[in-house]
């Protein structure tokens, strides 16, 4: 059975305070590994897409890593405006339709 | 919100009463989805559409089914709503099924 896990559930940082979130998973044959972003009343919002290991994109000061077993999203100098639930999601074993499946989730806050 | 629209944005509603929500996109994409976000359980697939009358299964189908009638809508059903139906639901998007791009969500009561 496919399955994404987060950690940590919630990670509380002061401004300027660099760190890293973890998504590891368990999917045979990995077809890509999203991230998205979510703040509180709204849908995710896309981040990043990975394909192989070795792999990383970044945006402003996030940066998103790929290994065989698992993803870092690492975080440096943050902004309270990066508080949000950071997800990460794979596709479905199998198939051509990328059903994803989506981990719980990071909280994370930024303390100014 | 990548052209995608939900409606209604919030819900209340009686246990045994039927619901629809409705997603409509200006994108032109082949794919549709419907998810429900709970505290404790993250984002899981309702239904899926790949094109116009074409829909399959996700992980938590039962007491949902859905239309996809135009390329641009894909509605949700709730024939008969349990209190265990209160939930988000999200509708996303996707081009050839890789990235997926959601809607604000709708928030559904059910007393």
């Known amino acids: 059975e496919d399955q994404v896990t987060q950690s940590p559930e919630a990670l509380r940082l002061q401004e300027g305070e660099s760190s890293s979130l973890n998504c590891s998973y368990t999917?045979?044959?990995?077809?890509?590994l999203f991230w998205y972003r979510q703040d509180p009343g709204k849908g995710p919002e896309f981040l990043f897409t990975l394909y192989s290991a070795g792999e990383e994109k970044e945006k402003e000061r996030l940066k998103a890593t790929l290994t065989k077993k698992e993803s870092f999203l690492h975080i440096t100098a943050p902004k309270p405006e990066d508080s949000a639930t950071y997800l990460c999601?794979?596709?479905?074993?199998?198939?051509?339709?990328?059903?994803?499946?989506f981990g719980k989730g990071t909280l994370l806050t930024v303390n100014p | 919100d990548a052209g995608i629209t939900q409606s209604p944005r919030h819900k209340v509603t009686e246990t045994g009463t039927p619901v629809t929500l409705r997603c409509h996109q200006t994108e032109n994409h082949r794919y549709m989805y419907w998810y429900r976000q709970d505290p404790g359980h993250g984002l899981r697939l309702i239904h899926y559409s790949y094109g116009v009358k074409d829909t399959d299964k996700g992980e938590v189908s039962d007491g949902y089914s859905v239309s996809r009638s135009k390329t641009e809508d894909f509605l949700l059903t709730l024939e008969s709503a349990t209190s265990s139906q209160t939930s988000v639901y999200f509708c996303?998007?996707?081009?050839?099924?890789?990235?997926?791009?959601f809607g604000p969500g709708t928030r559904l009561t059910v007393l």
């Open positions: 999917v045979s044959g990995l077809r890509g």
């Open positions: 996303a998007i996707s081009e050839e099924g890789v990235e997926q791009f």
């Open positions: 999601a794979v596709p479905h074993s199998g198939g051509s339709n990328y059903k994803l499946t």
